[in-house]
């Protein structure tokens, strides 16, 4: 089982920035896709959630309206596309997949190794 982030990197307030995560071995359209993010000194937040069946997606406060998640099933890709970066998004992005769904207390499945992402002028 892999779950790969990438696309981050350094990115001024106000840009935009596009976090992939491309999974395999395991059934990816069965399983409710996460984003997760940890700054310095701080623990882990979850930011967005993409349910398997629906599509549909939950987001942590502080990014509505800017932050959106999706999912290409066929391509086992799912995707966080981060507009109007602050500089408080700054933090350890990663992927996770868990197959009981957005809600609950049961531990994500799955974890992807993280990718940086740094909002700064």
């Known amino acids: 089982v892999q779950l790969v982030e990438s696309g981050g990197g350094l990115a001024q307030p106000g840009g935009s920035l596009r976090l992939s995560c491309a999974a395999s071995?395991?059934?990816?359209?069965?399983?409710?896709l996460s984003w997760a993010r940890q700054a310095p000194g701080k623990g882990r937040q979850g930011v967005s959630c993409i349910r398997s069946s629906s599509g549909m997606t939950y987001y942590l406060d502080s990014v509505k309206g800017r932050f959106t998640n999706s999912r290409d099933n066929a391509k086992n890709t799912v995707y966080l596309q981060m507009n109007s970066l602050k500089p408080e998004d700054t933090a350890v992005y990663y992927c996770a997949a868990r197959r009981t769904g957005c809600s609950g207390v049961v531990p994500y499945d799955y974890w992807g190794q993280g990718t940086q992402v740094t909002v700064s002028s």
């Open positions: 071995g395991f059934t990816f359209s069965s399983y409710a």
